[in-house]
DNA sequence: AATGAATGAGGCTTCATTCAT
DNA sequence: GATGAATGAAGCCTCATTCAT
């Protein structure tokens, strides 16, 4: 099955609208951004967006998947590389927090659809929510490990997997949002220790 | 100093159009809502609109600064109302979870500003940073208080303060995305909980 | 016949609204002109230029009106008070200039109306049309008195009063677009000596 | 450089619009001309509008400067054209009258302009200004080179331009305004006859 | 008679989408 | 396939006019 020629330019101008599309939607949020923008941006006419997606919504759910993917790829590989419950966890931080520091405008247009309720894009969500979920599930897994190995006391570990991935979302946002908001290190260091030990003085 | 019947209707109109604008901005966010929307809601014409407000950016800031008054008082006044250090923070939580689970519209209103990056409507917001910040402040003085009394241990008393208002707020907002969530008391006790234990073993 | 009180209180309410009018609309031009301007100006509520006027269209032409008529009178009084014809033809141009200068905002709107063709406000113009046929013909009786008297020379007396009429208007134009346009006096004796002697050399 | 195709559509595109543009705010005025009316003489979509000029303002303005563009160059070729002194000034104001009777809608736009005092749009007047000094200069340059030759007498040759200017823009004013009033060639003959000997007997 | 809050038609402008080249 | 000119629906806002008080 060779790929043709043509394989290769489809996937060529689908990549830069994408990166076009990523850009101009974390700039401007998804009201302001106008196809216009995205073309320009691309390096393409208006009309050969609408060659490779139907619709402005079009191309912003896939903008999104690809962020969701890409994430979902790096803290996956986080968790992997990791070898006790306890490094999994804060790498699991680390990688997110790292991944965003490093992809900002992935960050604007993830946060745009993950740290709030949807209103109307609501359909688009669709493949992105499954990676959402996956991840959660992935964290979730080794949680319940944790617990069965006593590292961790007996929690509602999908609810707390959950809490993990808010927390270190809204880590991020308070770092894009406050410039020079301190090393990003000792955030990580900070969320994991909150995350393990919690407040409470022992 | 008599209330003439003027202020009366003004009043009243402020107040329904900005119950309006909630419902519409909630449901639709800011740029899908349309002042005509609002005025239908409210139950006025449109141009009576601009006779209150100088601009949609204006009803919409109004209409969020409202809303974050209301979750101040709400949240100040749990606090207050609370005796020790572990109550008090228990209270706030639950607070703020109760009340955008009485208030469903203002949380939306609220989660699409605070829960995100601000793009462009950034400077609408500055009172309503102010009372962002008078939150993480009184909850900022409550763990101070905590860890002079050895409650809590030494810890960056701001940083856990914001990062219990986002740990809430991702909270209530997962409540919303997925109906039938469970019993807010459930969630109230395991927010609480992971707070101040965090998930470690002791 | 006795005038009630009410006609007095007619009277000045119509005054003072004019008065206003001519203000805003001599600054702002018809359009650009709003109700709420004038009202304001004028000290009364929008609602009551309509207890007067039943429509802006109105106002216009009323205020339109009272200018023709004191510039009317102006003029009338001129040509009577100077004695032959020579003096007459200097005296009406002197009288209108003067009277612009010292009007300003009467001739923005005299020239508004004047100086240019009509589009739709047509209607309005009956009355002032006639007051501007009054003073064509007083000037062309003086035109024809000095014919007969061989002071000037056989011409189209009706063309030529309308000429002078024009000159007038014009250079008012100019001094008002132009400040600092030079002594007032200079430009009625230049005007006046154009008119009589012509450009050409004798 | 090969003109492509483009560029014709362009050109004609903006020669339509202007061409309607012409139409619709010499019939209506600036205030009262719609983007509507506009669009639908010059046969395009509104948003078309738009692809050619920023604004309802900017169109004015391209109008009005086409517009007084066009005359300059006839004025300017009729000074050419003419022999001496008189036949110099015959011809401009001759030039200024025909092409006003041929171009009405022009002249209602020119008249607009420049038969009145500016409010607001003043801005946009720039290069038209410039245009109107360069015909009171070229007319200057006559007179000045007739005082020379003693064919005219020492008069200030500027405030005359202007004053011949004026002149025969009120009469093709009244020409407009009033419909059947008389032949061309005599009008052109009588305002040059005043221009020329002025009224009084010799 | 006077008020001014309320109305809603209408204008300018933007922009997602289409389609002839 | 690629283009970008053209479209026209839709939104924000203004303001002449009305009418209940």
């Known amino acids: 099955m060779p790929r043709t020629k043509k394989d290769v330019v489809t996937e060529f101008r689908t990549s830069e609208i ?15 951004a106008t196809m216009e923008d995205i073309a320009k941006v691309a390096g393409v006419a208006k009309g050969t967006l609408y060659l490779y997606y139907a619709s ?9 998947h690809r962020c969701a993917v890409e ?18 966890i804060r790498a699991f931080i680390a990688a997110k927090l790292r991944f965003f520091e490093e992809h900002r405008d992935f960050f604007r247009l993830y946060d745009q659809e993950f740290g709030r309720l949807p209103h109307r894009h609501g359909a688009k969500g669709r493949h992105v929510d499954e990676l959402y979920l996956a991840q959660v599930t992935a964290l979730e897994h080794v949680l319940q490990q944790g617990v069965r190995g006593r590292v961790i006391r007996p929690i509602r570990t999908q609810a707390v997997a959950r809490a993990i991935l808010d927390m270190s979302r809204s880590l991020a946002t308070r770092r894009l949002r406050e410039p020079g908001h301190g090393d990003l290190e000792d955030d ?7 995350t393990w030990k919690g407040i409470g003085h022992r």
Chains 1, 2, 3, 4 share one sequence.
């Open 71 to 88: 994430l979902t790829a790096r803290t996956s590989s986080a968790l992997d590389g990791a070898a006790g419950v306890e490094d999994k």
């Open 18 to 32: 994408l990166r076009a599309a990523h850009r101009v939607f974390a700039e401007r949020g998804f009201e302001q």
């Open 56 to 64: 402005k919504q079009d191309i912003y759910a896939a903008a999104l």
């Open 188 to 194: 990580i260091a900070f969320a994991f220790d909150l």
